[in-house]
C-alpha cells in the first residue's frame, strides 16, 4: 500500500467484488438504496449495516499489512472539547498504526483512518450531523490535546440510489426530524438521491476548511446494489 489513497480506492474495488460474490438473495439487493424498504424484505435492512461491517474488515485485513496496522470493529471515543464534557466520537471502524515489536496499548497508536457506513435506512442528512460534525471535532481533538500531527483519514461510506427513486421510500427517509430542512426539495432529491446528497455533504463539508484541519482528508464512497464507487472528484482529491 502506497498511501491512503491507494487504500481506499483498492477498498472501493474489493468491496465490490465481495459484494457480487454474496448470494443473490442476500447480495446486491441488502444494498439496494432502499429499494425494499416497505416491502417484506424490508428485514434485511436491519441486517445490512452488520453484514458491510463485517465484509468491510473482511477486506481491510486482506489489503493491510498486519504487521503495521490494526483493525477495531465499533471504538468509541469520549472526550472532552473545549468546554463540552462528554463529546463523543464513534466510527464504524478505526484503523491505527502500530509498532507491534513494542506491544504499545491501542490507546497509544496513532489514528490512521476511521469508516462509516451508513446504510439505505440513515444515507441522508444524518451523514453531516452524525459523522462529519463528530470527526471534524475529534479530530481537533487530536491536534490540540494528544498533539497527533497527522490528521486521521475519514472514509464514509453510503447506500444511496444513482437514478431515479420510488417515492414510497423517498416519504420515508425525509420523514426522519434530521431531514426537515430538505423536504422542500423532494423533488430533486427523488431525480437522483446521491446527486442530491453528495452535493449536500461536500457544501456542508466546506464549511470547515478555515476553522479546523483538512477538508481533503475526508472521502465518499457509495454502494448501490454491487457497485461500490469512490465519489472523487466533488473534494478534487488526487485518487
Keep these: 500500500m502506497k498511501n491512503h489513497k491507494e487504500l481506499i480506492n483498492n477498498l472501493c474495488v474489493k468491496l465490490s467484488g465481495e ?7 442476500k447480495g446486491k439487493d441488502i444494498f439496494n438504496g432502499s429499494e425494499y424498504i416497505f416491502s417484506d424484505k424490508g428485514v434485511f435492512y ?50 491505527y498504526r502500530v509498532n507491534k515489536e ?3 496499548p491501542i490507546e497509544k ?38 498533539n497527533i500531527k497527522t490528521q486521521p483519514i475519514y472514509l464514509i461510506i453510503t447506500s444511496h440510489r444513482n437514478y431515479e427513486a420510488e417515492k414510497n421510500d423517498l416519504n420515508r427517509v425525509l420523514a426522519y426530524g434530521y431531514n426537515d430542512d430538505f ?15 453528495l452535493a449536500k455533504y461536500f457544501s456542508y463539508i466546506s464549511e470547515w476548511k478555515s476553522e479546523l484541519w483538512s477538508i481533503d482528508e475526508i472521502f465518499i464512497a457509495n454502494v448501490c446494489g454491487e457497485d461500490v464507487d469512490l465519489c472523487a472528484g466533488v473534494i478534487e482529491a488526487d485518487i
Design 183 to 197: 423536504r422542500k426539495d423532494k423533488y430533486e432529491i427523488h431525480k437522483n438521491p446521491l446527486s442530491y446528497w
Design 19 to 25: 459484494i457480487k460474490s454474496l448470494p443473490v438473495s
Design 102 to 104: 513494542e506491544l504499545e
Design 46 to 95: 436491519k441486517r445490512s449495516h452488520s453484514l458491510m461491517i463485517s465484509i468491510i474488515t473482511k477486506c481491510l485485513w486482506d489489503l493491510l499489512d498486519n504487521d503495521e496496522f490494526l483493525v477495531e470493529i465499533e471504538p468509541q471515543f469520549n472526550y472532552k472539547y473545549l468546554d463540552e464534557e462528554n463529546c463523543k466520537f464513534n466510527p464504524d471502524i478505526a484503523i
Design 109 to 146: 497508536s496513532t489514528p490512521f483512518l476511521f469508516i462509516d457506513y451508513e446504510s439505505p435506512n440513515s444515507s441522508d442528512a444524518r451523514v453531516m450531523l452524525k459523522d462529519i460534525e463528530p470527526y471534524m471535532y475529534f479530530s481537533e481533538h487530536l491536534k490540540e490535546i494528544e
